[in-house]
């Protein structure tokens, strides 16, 4: 074992790990990365097929991204966004509030994912406090949510795995079906379904909403549930919906955010604009910890007043709009502008249906689900009856222990296997990637079934 593996079973806790399994197998440390490739501390290189959990954008070791850090570096590394401003943070606010979807026009900065989403949870609260409307203190989230880790964003969380341990800690949130077609328990063929799952939030809505500060929502994916897509229509409907009823729309494009569903925002793909959006991993391209929750002038001037009046909104971070970070994601911008990223991407999101429909007909594939660069691939013990495997076959981990020994580094959520590979990856890379992942999974499921975890 070498040195740094040793040190850090002897000294480090990973997120979302069974530490007592990774103790006892062989942990690849990673000493750099290039491109789209990451190399180990033995020089063996894999590819970053999941985007290094999602952020990475333009691939590693951009020179424009680290041109832009090495220049902030040289002026400063951070300092406060309380009582003081800096030159990217203001720089990049301008220039978020141009790419997002209509009406939001202010930029709240913090430090990644779940910190975006709380901000938004305690905005639209206070929001509705200022405008008189004291009873709309609840949020309405979907089945299978996912939306952090801290104790606000799993109050409006839906995975019963990571959240249910957690629950006497949370506040009640009401919750409304998944719109999955594949899992759905409404109605089991799309076209003739009428969205009922969106039905269901009105039903709610019609009886419920004084007491509804806002609705989150991932927007066209569920990504953490295991890359759930929902059907066309849906998030328009369920912004007629929220506006219809006077109850706040947050986007959690934490995810789907830069480019990654083949629009810049995954709100484009039905033309919604909603009141508040959050965002971090691609926003720097996967540099450096960043997040900005996102809201409408409407909003922002509830928060204007006398200082007798308390309405400032207390919350903040110490490395809140981190001016190198904040560098980073100027850039980031600056390359989709630059290198026509979106453009670029339609024959390579078409190069992956190719190949997932191949993977479709495979024997223990149950479901492909593709959204731009988005993909899960959900394995089945028996795909007619949608019978799964049992969780302790580990079979979506299997695959991903397989795929490593052929050179791609990939991550399951349960038995969906996950392919988020850089939007910088060519064609040719993202056919690689997914063979890679067919071949694994032919022969962890069509042979022994090797049981492992990741
Ligand atoms: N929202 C969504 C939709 C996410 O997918 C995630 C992370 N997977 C988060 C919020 C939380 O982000 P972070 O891990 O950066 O806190």
Redesign the pocket.
Known sequence: MMDTERKDKTFVWHPFTQMQDWAARPQKVIAAAKGIKLIDTEGKEFYDGVSS??VNIHGHQHSKIDQAIIEQLGKVAHTTMLGLSNIPAVELAEQLVEVTPCGLNKVFYSD??????EVALKMAFQYWQHKGKMKKQKFISLQQA????TVG?VSVGGIDLFHRVFKPLLFSTVQIPSPSCYHCQIHSESAICGLQCAAALEAVLAEHHEEIAAMVI?PMVQ??AGMLMSPPGYLAKIREITRKYDVLLIA?E???GFGRTGKMFACEHEGVEPDMM?L??GITGGYMPL?ATLTTDEIYQAFLGGYSEKKTFYHGHSYTGNPLACAAALANLAIFKEERVIEGLAPKIEAAAAKLKEMEALTHVGSVRQCGLIIGIELMQDKYCKIPYPWEAASGASVCCKAREYGLIIRPIGDVIICMPPLASTVEEIETMLEIIKRSIREITETSMATTAL
Do not use: F, N, Q
């Not at 990644?112 to 989403?117: E, F, L, Q």
């Not at 996912?146 to 880790?149: A, E, I, K, R, S």
């Open positions: 959990l999602w990644d994912g779940s910190t975006a989403v996912y939306h952090g880790d964003t991932e990504a953490a959690d934490v995810a789907t959050t971090s991993k997040a």
